[in-house]
């Protein structure tokens, strides 16, 4: 190639490599990377297969004129060399014709009779011409063997020059033979996979653009990638909801009352809050929705499915897949909830008995007013245990709310011993005073076994105007405890996450300013690890509340009286009372100061204050070190007795 445009990249030593379903990589070693996305993972197929085709025949162009030159050149060797011998095979005859003659001459002028200084001068020139005879016949004997040896080698080197030449042809031959192969076996795969989508009928699944990726996610292909690669099953999960699984004895409420539209200027409240902690600020009910932060806690369970599956698996890497999943299924109830929860009084608690429809039991206790902490514990029949104590930190910046939870959540699973903790990341609500709100979550966090030492690193990428990945992405690998990556996890916080697992890594060119080289992951297929759950029907007037938190705030009997589904305030909003509901929040409000200057007055002396928890004891966390409080027990015990009398009169 005399020359060639910018930027260009020779095929015969690029690299081609996958990144995800989507997305291929061409680079030449670091100097240039090409990131290339097709518009579905069989298009992406179809390049790289096309690819390697043309890189095969660029690579075998190269060998042919390569080794054309490089044969031209040892045949230009070898004529040099036969010439040079030829020229020693000419000298050497001279050196015989000159030295016989001179031994004749010298002969004719020994056999003459001469006597004195004369006769002394030609015996010493005839003993020189003897040692000059003698020295001549052995250089020509070296050089006729030189001959002999360099015609020997030169044809055993044509020979072999010949074998390796035929043996490379029929190597290329056979590389691009496998190639032709793979592209007709992938071409016969997706008819088979489109006749047997087409005998499935329409109907199958909702109507939307993923149904398009599912026709690649067959029980064919399924059987195909278990026998290669032997994929873990209990990672091939029910493409079905998981809320479905399980029919609820006692039925539940579906439908709260309607939000009611009433007006408020906003401005006149936050003008004097910016810059101050969130938990501080006096706020009507207008901004929050009818259920407290402890309930909001209680949320987080609403895909405990992922934990009954994790409980069940055998091997730690494919558990982990399924607590990173878990993580992320915390936020996708965030969407579209810009309203804030009612802050729990100190004391306040809030219990979520599900044991008979799904086997668990969950607790969350308010056990700190300033700062502001809820503990919270569910143990369940399958097999795990979830603990966390969160406090939320906020701050107001004029155009947007930074929320930012403190605190580790635990989870242990008690066949396979294993320990998992994790942190969340910063959420930030948009457009405060001006514009549609909207929700965001952005940060990385690592969930830890603790057990084994794997970990899996998420990464919550932030929403950007200019960023071309999509909305409320998460990524995420999952390693053992060596850093090997074998899972890579993928999707969204607000919509489903997809795994893949990883045959192969690599280091592509380099990334970001610092000069890090991106690891890329050849992967296979990704499956549907999770996906969000539908809202119920006219969720936009019921504050966008899933069908999971339509039934947090059901009035139920037998609860503690301190649990937040008796607070007044609370009631009353969702009720649509809003005046009376901001008249009893202030009413509760000031309760709890006053009570809170009370326990000031009796411990005058103590540095801290000196309020206890009624169901959770603080002390220090055995895996993280932290000051925590873990829950100490006795709660169900009490509401089987009825006996509430140690609860403190909050309302």
């Known amino acids: 190639m005399g020359h060639t445009c910018r930027g260009t990249i020779n095929l015969a030593t690029a690299t081609i490599t996958v990144d995800d379903a989507c997305n291929f990589v061409i680079s030449n070693g670091g ?30 162009m190269q060998a042919e004129s390569g080794g054309g030159s490089q044969n031209s050149e040892v045949q230009s060797a070898l004529r040099t060399l036969g010439n040079k011998v030829e020229d020693l095979s000419t000298c050497n005859d001279l050196i015989s014709k000159h030295g016989s003659a001179l031994q004749r001459s010298l002969a004719e002028l020994d056999g003459l009779r001469l006597t004195g200084e004369a006769g002394d001068k030609i015996r010493q020139v005839t003993e020189r011409a003897t040692l000059f005879r003698i020295t001549s016949n052995a250089m020509i004997n070296a050089c006729r063997d030189f001959l002999a040896l360099a015609q020997a080698h030169s044809k055993r080197w044509n020979k072999a020059l010949q074998a ?18 793979h592209n007709h076996l992938e071409r016969a795969f997706r008819g088979a996979s489109q006749a047997n989508a087409s005998a499935a009928g329409p109907g199958k699944g909702e109507a939307s653009d993923e149904d398009d990726d599912n026709e690649f996610f067959d029980a064919m292909e399924e059987l195909l990638d278990k026998d290669l690669f032997s994929l873990p099953e209990p990672l091939v999960m029910n493409q079905e909801s ?11 409420r579906t439908r ?35 259920i407290s932060m402890l309930q909001r806690l209680s949320e987080d369970l609403e895909y405990h499915e992922l934990l009954d599956k994790a409980a069940k698996c055998q091997n730690s890497l494919e558990q982990m897949c399924y607590v990173a999943a878990f993580a992320v299924s915390a936020y996708s109830t965030t969407v579209y909830r810009t309203g804030k929860p009612f802050n729990p009084l100190l004391g306040e608690t809030y219990e979520l008995d599900r044991k008979k429809e799904s086997g668990y039991r969950s607790l969350c206790e308010q056990v700190s007013h300033h700062p502001p902490a809820a503990a919270h514990h569910a143990i369940s029949d ?17 155009k947007y709310l930074s929320i930012m939870p403190l605190g580790t959540i635990h989870a242990v699973f008690k066949k396979s011993n294993n320990h998992y903790t994790w942190k969340k ?8 005073i001006v514009g549609k709100l909207w929700i965001d979550q952005s940060g990385e966090i690592d969930v830890v076994n603790h057990t084994t030492g794997d970990r899996c ?25 060596d850093g090997k990556a074998h899972y890579v996890l993928s999707g969204t916080w607000d919509e489903k996450m997809e795994f893949s697992r990883v045959m192969q890594s690599s280091r592509g060119g380099e990334n970001g300013t610092e000069g890090k080289q991106k690891t890329v992951y050849q992967t296979l297929k990704a499956r549907e690890l999770w996906r969000r759950n539908p809202l119920p029907e006219g969720a936009e007037t019921m504050y966008y509340f899933t069908a999971l938190a339509l039934t947090l705030n059901e009035p139920e009997e037998g609860v503690a009286p301190t649990d937040s589904r008796r607070r007044p305030d609370q009631r009353l909003m969702e009720d649509g009372r809003w005046d009376e509901a901001n008249a009893e929040k202030q009413r509760l409000e000031e309760k709890q100061r006053s009570a809170r200057r009370e326990r000031d007055r009796e411990a005058a002396s103590a540095p801290h204050d000196n309020y206890m928890a009624l169901w959770f004891e603080r002390c220090e966390d055995p895996v993280t070190g932290e000051q925590v409080h873990i829950y100490k027990g006795g709660y169900w015990e009490a509401k089987e007795r009825g006996s509430w009398e140690g609860c403190p009169n909050i309302f």
Not at 170 to 179: G, I, K
Not at 258 to 286: A, F, H, Q, R, T
Not at 425 to 432: A, K, L, Q, R
């Open 164 to 181: 390796e030449r035929e043996q490379r042809v029929r190597l290329e031959e056979t590389l691009e033979q496998l190639a032709k192969q």
């Open 425 to 432: 990341v910063t959420t930030t609500v948009h457009n405060i």
């Open 31 to 60: 100097a240039q990377t090409y990131h290339l996305k097709a518009s579905c993972e069989v298009e992406r197929q179809r390049w790289i297969t096309a690819l390697e085709l043309a890189k095969a025949k660029a690579v075998r």
């Open 256 to 290: 709260i009352p309607d939000k009611p539209n009433y007006s408020l200027n906003l401005w006149s409240i936050m003008k004097n809050c910016i810059g101050k902690e969130l938990s501080k600020i006096p706020m009507p009910v207008n901004f929050n929705e009818p």
């Open 242 to 252: 998981p809320s479905q699984e399980l029919v609820p004895l006692k039925k539940r």
């Open 457 to 481: 690193h998420l990464k919550f990428a932030p929403y950007s105007y200019f960023s071309r990945d999509v909305a409320r992405k998460v990524t995420g690998v999952v390693m053992d405890k």
């Open 382 to 398: 399958r097999g795990w245990t979830l603990r966390q104590e969160i406090t939320v930190a906020s701050k107001f910046r004029g």
